[in-house]
């Protein structure tokens, strides 16, 4: 069982940053991790993944370029760092683990894939 709990949701105007944290309660290393978010009225969407091991991350077409996830294992700790935010990015964002076997190095995109998610954090951007 992984426990995840996200921070550094915030307000932040339009061309602003913000880096968003997931903390596992347990070792990350045998998980692959993901962020989604939901805003309003619409479904959970993907948002980007990376591999267990850190070596390769996927990221939907409306972030790439702006955002960048990465890990570190020996923290327990993935993070999202948003670039060049727009308004369109206001959500609530979810981190979720997917336990991946150790001789695999898939990286899920699917919600529905995702054994464990965490509360979510608030982001939201101002025009």
Not at 30 to 39: D, H, I, L, P, T
Not at 89 to 116: E, F, H, M
């Amino acid at each position: 069982q992984v426990q995840l709990v996200e921070s550094g949701g915030g307000l932040v105007q339009a061309g602003g940053s913000l880096r968003l944290s997931c903390a596992a309660s347990g070792r990350t290393s045998s998980y692959a991790m993901g962020w989604f978010r939901q805003a309003p009225g619409r479904e959970r969407e993907f948002v980007a993944a990376i591999s267990r091991r850190g070596d390769l991350t996927y990221y939907a077409d409306s972030v790439k370029g702006r955002f960048t996830t990465s890990r570190d294992n020996l923290k327990n700790t993935v993070y999202l760092q948003m670039n060049s935010l727009k308004p369109e990015d206001t959500a609530v964002y979810y981190c979720a683990a997917k336990w991946i076997n150790y001789l695999s190095n898939s990286v899920p995109q699917g919600a529905n894939q995702y054994d464990y998610w965490g509360q979510g954090t608030q982001v939201t951007v101002s025009s």
